[in-house]
């Protein structure tokens, strides 16, 4: 019975830092929702050519209503697959960010600088979030998903391989 408490006192704070971390992933993704929109409706005007406003404008606004959807997810689910996709995405958007610094001048600006910072750090959260164990618990004694520890529990002292 020790054992069973011992492990479910270990899914609690698993749990716990889980969330810590999601909540700061959804405040760095709200702030760059914002920046995005501002962007969106040229209330923050970036470097850039008067051939980019208009794509400019609709970038802003498509990337700030797609991470104001990470934002919802990060505060309500807690699902690997949503973390592996949005990991995916911030790799990709801070690769073009970099790819496409040649074609601007100054090459990094400081809006430009700060949504990347930003979206490191909601990447490396999300990487903690896809490597750590704990997402979607449903075991029947330390409440660990069988999906992530593919079908047996591998908390320490865990006594179960009876999954919900």
Do not use: K, N
């Amino acid at each position: 019975m020790e054992a069973i408490r011992g492990s479910t006192t270990v899914a609690r704070v698993q749990l716990a830092r889980r969330r810590t971390a999601r909540q700061v992933a959804a405040a760095l993704a709200a702030g760059c929702a914002t920046v995005y929109v501002l962007i969106g409706l040229d209330l923050i005007d970036p470097e850039r050519s008067a051939s980019e406003g208009p794509v400019l404008h609709a970038l802003g606004i498509a990337a700030g209503v797609t991470y104001g959807i990470g934002v919802a997810l990060l505060l309500r689910v807690d699902r690997r697959g949503y973390w592996v996709a949005g990991a995916i995405l911030q790799a990709v958007l801070l690769l073009a960010y970099l790819l496409t610094a040649g074609s601007r001048v100054p090459a990094f600006e400081p809006w430009g600088m700060l949504l990347a910072s930003a979206e490191l750090l909601i990447l490396t959260t999300l990487a903690y979030l896809v490597a750590s164990a704990g997402g979607r618990c449903e075991c029947v004694f330390c409440r660990h998903h069988r999906r992530v520890h593919r079908g047996r529990c591998l908390v320490v002292a865990c006594p179960c391989e009876v999954f919900v």
